[in-house]
T-cell receptor
Framework: DTGVSQDPRHKITKRGQNVTFRCDPI?????LYWYRQTLGQGPEFLTY????????KSRLLSDRFSAERPKGSFSTLEIQRTEQGDSAMYLC???????FGPGTRLTVT | GQQLNQSPQSMFIQEGEDVSMNCTSS?????WLWYKQDPGEGPVLLIA?????ELTSNGRLTAQFGITRKDSFLNISASIPSDVGIYFC?????????????FGKGTLLTVNP
């Protein structure tokens, strides 16, 4: 158990719909990261929070993507107007050494 | 973007054999990490390396941080069936970012009992 939970584990949505994923730490970590992983690839960095401040964003994070960490504990990742290319595993990681949660598998039909 | 070259892409071995995989980069990293991922799950951290030349063990796993800071290897000794999975290397602290991990494409390990 890495101490990171993600919800939901699986999400199937129709193209054009909005989706939101949540990442919860079991214990307090000031560092939180979001990654995206497609089939046959390693995870790709999306964004990084230190406490509630979003300090780094990847070019992969288009304007349809937004992430928040309002109180410096849990975080949400929202994708608006989903596209089929958004289908992937969305992973949250926490801590200096980056312990990953189980991920949310998104399928856009 | 940055790429880590991880090899081999896949390995098929017999139970009890030793395994070696490596990762190289054109960029210097400050930290190297190795993860294992099972289907449908997130990557699990195996070993973290913080200093060039460092050699670290975790049970049957041994990993080294290359002297040039551009490479790392992972060895698994006396493989067992539960070693099956995808192994990823990741580098941290390069290209202007102290935070993000850059991952290789993974090595798929199959262990025949």
């Amino acid at each position: 158990d890495t101490g990171v939970s993600q919800d939901p584990r699986h999400k199937i949505t129709k193209r054009g719909q909005n989706v939101t994923f949540r990442c919860d730490p079991i214990s307090e970590h000031n560092r939180l990261y979001w990654y995206r992983q497609t089939l046959g690839q390693g995870p790709e960095f999306l964004t990084y929070f230190q406490n509630e401040a979003q300090l780094e964003k990847s070019r992969l994070l288009s304007d349809r993507f937004s992430a928040e960490r309002p109180k410096g504990s849990f975080s949400t990742l929202e994708i608006q107007r989903t596209e089929q290319g958004d289908s992937a595993m969305y992973l949250c990681a926490m801590g200096y050494e980056q312990y990953f949660g189980p991920g949310t598998r998104l399928t856009v039909t | 973007g940055q790429q880590l070259n991880q090899s081999p892409q896949s390995m098929f071995i017999q139970e009890g054999e030793d395994v070696s995989m490596n990762c190289t980069s054109s960029s210097i990293f400050n930290t190297w990490l190795w993860y294992k991922q099972d289907p449908g799950e997130g990557p699990v951290l195996l070993i973290a390396l913080y200093k060039a030349g460092e050699l670290t063990s975790n049970g049957r796993l041994t990993a080294q941080f290359g002297i040039t800071r551009k490479d790392s290897f992972l060895n698994i000794s006396a493989s067992i069936p539960s070693d099956v999975g995808i192994y990823f290397c990741a580098g941290q602290g390069s290209g202007g970012s102290n935070y993000k991990l850059t991952f290789g494409k993974g090595t798929l390990l199959t262990v025949n009992p």
